[in-house]
């Protein structure tokens, strides 16, 4: 059986990536800047507009693609994507931080089901990794998951409504992460950050994989290209 597909729509692999790798990208953290964010009321805004906020809540820093760790990071990961999806490929890369005290949530279906040509397609089109850089739990804003919501349809505009938010808050779960492990989940699986009461941010490294046969469409479609300043 496929976890990704046919039961829970995700897994959890502990310490998969060694601390050096992730005491490295940590180390650089400084070099990050929001591309993307949200305030605590939801407000949203790109590149330049960010300023104009109330407040970040939350935020999506610049492509990490490129950065050595997170390429060796991929290596790693790679195995695992492959078992599920062997026509994966690595689409984009970034980390996003929560910010202290956020108490911001949405729950959603991701890339490439965010779309409205996708957004009902029950094959396994994409999944997404997320890198512990931290010891994670509900403490700190460990991700939630719904455990087997892959299996139903939810409406994009619908989530960005908070039309699920009662029901995701009933049935989620937050897989505690141990700092190196790797939560993969079905891009179908409603998800979502969730509050981080703690005094500090809380970073964490997303990789996106998609059916490779699909990634020339979804470009085309998806805005984190331009916010990241790729116009092509």
Known sequence: MNELITGDGYIVVEKLIPDMLIDSILAKQDTLHPVRASSNTKKYAERDEIKNLPNISVWWSQMVMDWPEVIEIAKLIHPHIDANLPEAVLYASDIVVLEPHSKWFSPHIDTPHRFKAYNYNKNLLGIQ???????????????????????????????????????????????????????????????????????????????????????????????????NGDNS
């Open 129 to 227: 990794a997320i890198v512990a850089l931290n010891d994670l739990d509900e403490s700190n804003g460990a991700t939630g998951v719904m455990p087997e919501s892959q299996l139903q349809d939810f409406n994009i505009n619908l989530c960005y409504q908070g039309l699920y938010n009662d029901m995701f808050m009933h049935r989620c779960v937050q897989p505690k992460l141990s700092k190196g492990s790797v939560l993969f989940y079905n891009c179908r699986l409603l998800h979502s950050s969730m509050p981080n009461p703690q005094d500090k941010a809380r970073p964490a490294l997303l990789l996106n994989y998609l059916n490779g046969s699909i990634i020339d469409d979804v470009k085309k479609l998806d805005n984190i290209w331009v916010s």
